[in-house]
């Protein structure tokens, strides 16, 4: 009898066994989500509303400007023939503390004269000699036109400060401790221009990220919104390059 209990115990348990539902326990991955970084240093040009290659020669981008500056009665035309029209044909020309080249990409150019140059080339009836020859003071003072076009600011954290407080968006001569070029304010960011010593060519680069933008002073003139220089520019009348005090 008790065998005969202990068979039907069994086989019970092993029915009931064979009863029960494999459980399945489904595999939850890690959502993890793919973040893109991106270098902060990086320009984008199409954001920008930049041309950073040249379209045609560079006497007809000259041509061109010269025909249109008649008709132009902003700074904001100005600023657009500039970073649009002349600025494009000088990237990648190689930087020499001697250059002076006035054809973009043909021999070497510093960073005055690339300023002097381009400026000259837009139709500002300036020296482009005499000009890239003076400390970046006296270059902002000739483009300046005034005191009141002009100003010195101290390191860089006040730069930034002040840059942000007070400068609208435009284009802006900068001269620094050794080393000139464009200050190009966008959306309150600014971008600097320049026929850069450190990498050897003229570029364009976010300003905080530049090491060549790093400076004891900066000092800073008006171009886009110096209304005495853009009507300058519109007639044709000299700008006299102003010289240190013997």
Known sequence: MRLSVLFVSLFALLSCQSQIEERVFPVV???VEEIEFT???QIDSLALGLNFSPSGTYNAAKQRVRIKKARANSGKDFEHYLLNEIIPHWYGTEWDFNGYTAIPNQGEIACGYFVSTTLLHMG?????YKMAQQAGLYEAQTLALNEENYRTIYGQDSLKAILKRDYLDG??????????GYLYIKDQIPYFIHSNYIE??????KAYFSPAFVSGVYVIAEISTNEELLE???????????????
């Open 124 to 128: 500002v009836n300036v020296n482009r």
């Open 39 to 41: 270098d902060p240093s």
């Open 29 to 31: 991955k890690d959502s």
């Open 200 to 205: 050897d060519k003229v570029m364009i680069e």
């Open 171 to 180: 284009i802006y001569f900068v001269g620094l401790d050794n080393h000139v």
């Open 232 to 246: 300058r520019w519109r007639t044709g009348a000299t700008v006299p390059v102003v010289l240190p005090k013997k």
